[in-house]
């Protein structure tokens, strides 16, 4: 219930580079039509003058939040309704791990580490790549139902460091044994 009841806040974490496709998000979120709506995004680089420059020429740029690095995304991730990621190639994606990890529904592109870390759609909404309407359809429809956050935070301790050492360690005892 706490999830649902917050301001309608679509996050993104990650740098302004070209392979995150940042424009295609912006794109979608001139296309959200969930009442409120405002995008917060947390990163740096240099393509962030031309990501601000877009969402100027599209007309959001007052519903956008540009909020630069965050040394702990914590607090941003702990107030957000929906993580959204545009990336066009990704090998893994540790914010859509640390996403779930805080209960927020994902919507992502269809690159291969973050489909993998939603289990191909089961922990998230994967949508084609560069589809600014198919993104922003999903952001909508999560942000009108984000669900239940309990069952995306306990799949996400998959991706703890601690899981980790534990399946590595088994791997060694099987190895000595």
Do not use: M, W
Request: glycine share 10%.
């Amino acid at each position: 219930e706490a999830l649902r009841a917050r301001a309608p806040s679509v996050l993104y974490l990650g740098r302004f580079h070209p392979d995150k496709d940042v424009g295609t998000l912006l794109k979608a979120f001139s296309l959200v039509r969930h009442p409120g709506a405002r995008l917060v995004l947390g990163g740096d680089g240099a393509e962030r003058p031309v990501y601000e420059a877009i969402a100027e020429s599209l007309g959001i740029r007052g519903r956008c939040d540009f909020v630069g690095y965050l040394k702990n995304p914590g607090e941003v991730l702990s107030t957000a309704k929906v993580f959204a990621f545009s990336s066009i190639r990704e090998s893994f994606g540790n914010v859509v791990a640390e996403a779930l990890c805080y209960g927020l529904p994902v919507v992502t592109t269809a690159s291969e580490g973050p489909s993998e870390i939603v289990a191909h759609g089961r922990y998230g909404t994967i949508v084609p790549i560069r589809d600014a309407q198919a993104l922003a359809a999903a952001i909508d429809a999560a942000l009108a139902d984000p669900g239940d956050p309990a069952e995306r935070v306990d799949y996400a301790r998959a991706f703890s460091v601690i899981h980790a050492a534990d399946q590595y360690l088994a791997l060694f005892e099987d190895v000595i044994a």
